[in-house]
């Protein structure tokens, strides 16, 4: 019976979706208030019928109803608690609840907290957002439906959740990527009402920045977690790989990264309107186009929802609607609210340009790489593929372009500003940054000219930004009340550029000096490694809630002394016999200490085993955690939370109703 609760209250979340679509919308047009006021409170109760409908599929998979068909093929009763939480959308249809929940939430969170906006652009905004919803919900219900039975015949038990996303990290990794992924689509809904509108202004930027900002935070923290998931749950060592389902969520971080910067620049300056608006669209379709390469079954990831063409297909169908129809309003409208502000080529709002340049290249970069094989498929002109090489070599050189120009940023002026106030403000800067760049790396043997040109790169923009607080501060009566002058919207920026520049660090040593040593072992050998000493004691069988596991014992020691025990496992799970690669990681600030076991060699108790030793490592996922926490920090600005409403037409629903 809860099954069909749950699927019963997503269908009428449906109607509701369709409600919010079409009656605010006319109501925007005709400037029909009563109308729009009906926005708010569909979002709402949109969002507590997919909630509904979300605990029911929760509490089947809790209660091991095996006669829901997502249940049987995901679950297991020997499973964990805390996984058959996680195995609510380790699966395409329970997936797909997840992201209509969020949508949902995202929806409810406009309706609630942006109140202040004129009550033409709130309902425009969130009838949008419900012509998303109705989208997916038409997805889930008409081509992946979560509550199917397996009636009269249910199986005894389930078949498991797959062992990969029997981790920690599965736990909070989709939730956090999805709200990113879901969260672009309050940008694009404040772009296409803009639109709609024909009012690009400073407003609408205001309106629609913290939104981004949040969704370009958790996005971040939902790439980190995925990087930290495949580094100790895969066995092989590595963070990242350039792998298909990778680059569907890396390409909407750029593209996102570009639209936070162009937000500012048209808040500030009323600049780059236009820019700003098809970099909304840009990011949001590129998260649809992410979903249908995850959901189509034409990739091949250990991330993928290989599922039927059929689901791919509505999907794509859906892409082309979302994106062909933006892209219609958008020339339409464009034109006629494009920026008319000027600037001169050494400004900030240049920098900015360059910047907004550097990102869009490194998407469409990722973006041919990711589709060209599958064109080329498509073409019938055989299997081809475009890995690591392809993308580190077009990649991370823009990157590098980027970075010095990010130095100059912070400091630069609006509108105008000259060679020799950069030289006399940033020469501190830059002669403290060479410095470091030649002498850090010292410490290191062999000297590395990558990690010294990485060290430089990052120390540019740490003094850089030092620089910056110290002339911002400097007028100030005491440290206090310079402190107090620097805005949460400053302290963001400095949050993420200092994460950028620890993520440059971190993936250049860790790039450069690590070392990898795939042996032979058996118990009793011993094997160096970058000074350190591994000892492999023993190998014993350990059980666990619903595997088995293989457990080698290692010793690792440093200049005559234990520094830790090491225990990787190699995992047997009971429902499925799928076998599993447990590393054990030693971390470190500085560096991590890595084993994992392969396969038994032999008949003498011998192990394939890896040992790796990865040299600031941490820094990258610390820095991502410093740029989401940046974005976060942003939200906080009081300016966010003041009401502006400056044009009586935006502000007056019978003034203001063009479509």
Not at 227 to 238: D, P, R, T, V
Not at 424 to 448: E, F
Not at 470 to 478: D, Q, S
Not at 602 to 618: C, D, N, Q, S, T
Request: with cysteine; glycine share 8%; net charge positive.
């Amino acid at each position: 019976m809860i099954p069909e609760i749950g699927h019963f209250v997503l269908i009428v979340a449906l109607c509701l979706a369709v409600l919010l679509t079409v009656v605010p919308m006319w109501g925007a047009w005709a400037g029909n208030a009563r109308a729009m006021r009906l926005a708010p409170g569909l979002a709402i109760g949109i969002l507590v019928f997919v909630a509904i409908s979300y605990i029911c599929l929760t509490w089947a998979f809790l209660q091991d109803d095996f006669t829901v068909k997502v249940v049987a093929g995901n679950s297991n009763s020997l499973l964990p608690v805390m996984y058959k939480f996680s195995a609510v959308w380790g699966n395409h249809e329970g997936s797909l609840i997840l992201w209509i929940l969020i949508l949902a939430s995202w929806t409810a969170a406009v309706a609630v907290f942006s109140r202040e906006l004129p009550l033409i652009m709130l309902a425009r905004v969130l009838s949008v957002m419900g012509a998303i919803g109705v989208g997916f919900m038409s997805f889930s219900l008409f081509t992946s439906n979560a509550f199917e039975r397996l009636l009269p015949v249910a199986p005894l038990d389930g078949n498991d959740l797959n062992p990969l996303l029997q981790d920690p990290g599965l736990i909070i990794h989709p939730p956090l990527l999805y709200m990113g992924y879901v969260g672009f689509s309050v940008a694009f809904a404040f772009a296409i009402a803009a639109l709609l509108g024909g009012r690009l202004d400073a407003s609408w930027a205001r309106w629609s920045r913290p939104w981004t900002n949040v969704a370009w935070a958790f996005l971040t923290l939902g790439i980190m977690l995925g990087s930290w998931w495949a580094y100790y749950e895969l066995g092989w060592g590595g963070w990242w790989f350039w792998d298909p389902v990778e680059n569907a969520s890396f390409m909407p971080w750029l593209a996102g990264t570009a639209l936070v910067h162009s937000l500012a620049v048209t808040e500030k300056r009323g600049l780059f309107k236009s820019w700003t608006v098809l970099l909304a669209i840009f990011a949001f379709s590129l998260s649809l186009l992410g979903t249908f390469l995850v959901r189509s079954g034409v990739l091949t990831s250990v991330h993928a929802f290989a599922t039927d063409p059929e689901r791919g297909l509505f999907i794509l169908i859906f892409l082309a609607i979302v994106v062909g129809s933006s892209l219609v309003l958008y020339a339409l409208r464009a034109p006629s609210v494009s920026s008319r502000v000027r600037f001169e080529w050494l400004s900030r709002e240049s920098l900015l340009l360059y910047n907004n340049v550097v990102f869009l290249v490194a998407t469409l970069t990722v973006l041919f790489g990711t589709l060209f094989p599958l064109l080329v498929d498509a073409l019938g002109q055989g299997k081809v593929s475009v890995g690591p090489p392809y993308f580190n070599a077009v990649f991370v050189p823009l990157m590098a372009l980027l970075a010095p120009v990010m130095g100059f940023g912070p400091t630069s002026r609006w509108k105008r500003d000259s060679w020799s106030r950069w030289q006399v403000r940033l020469a501190p800067a830059a002669i403290a940054a060479v410095a470091c760049g030649i002498t850090l790396p010292l410490l290191n043997a062999p000297y590395n000219i990558w990690v010294a040109i990485a060290v430089l790169l990052a120390a540019w923009l740490l003094f850089g930004l030092l620089q910056d607080i110290w002339l911002r501060m400097r007028t100030a009566k005491t440290a206090w009340a310079g402190l107090r002058r620097l805005t949460p919207s400053y302290w963001g920026m400095v949050l993420a550029h200092l994460g950028f520049a620890a993520c440059i660090v971190g993936v250049v040593a860790t790039s450069q000096y690590a070392i990898e040593h795939d042996l032979k072992m058996q118990p009793g050998d011993s094997r160096e490694l970058a000074g350190y000493e591994f000892r492999f004691m023993s190998v014993a069988q350990v059980p666990g809630p619903n595997y088995v596991a293989d457990e080698a014992r290692f010793e690792v020691w440093r200049n005559g002394e234990l520094l830790t025990r090491l225990a990787p496992q190699k995992r047997r799970y009971l429902a499925s016999g799928q076998v599993m690669t447990e590393a054990a990681i030693d971390a470190g600030v500085f560096r991590d200490l890595f084993v994992a076991m392969g396969e038994p060699v032999g008949v003498e108790g011998a192990w394939a085993i890896r040992l790796h030793y990865k040299p600031m490592i941490r820094w990258m996922w610390f820095g991502a955690i410093m740029m989401a926490a940046g974005g976060f920090a942003t939200v906080l600005d009081r300016r966010y939370r003041r009401q502006r409403v400056s044009d009586p037409a935006a502000a007056s629903p019978g003034l203001a109703h063009g479509v």
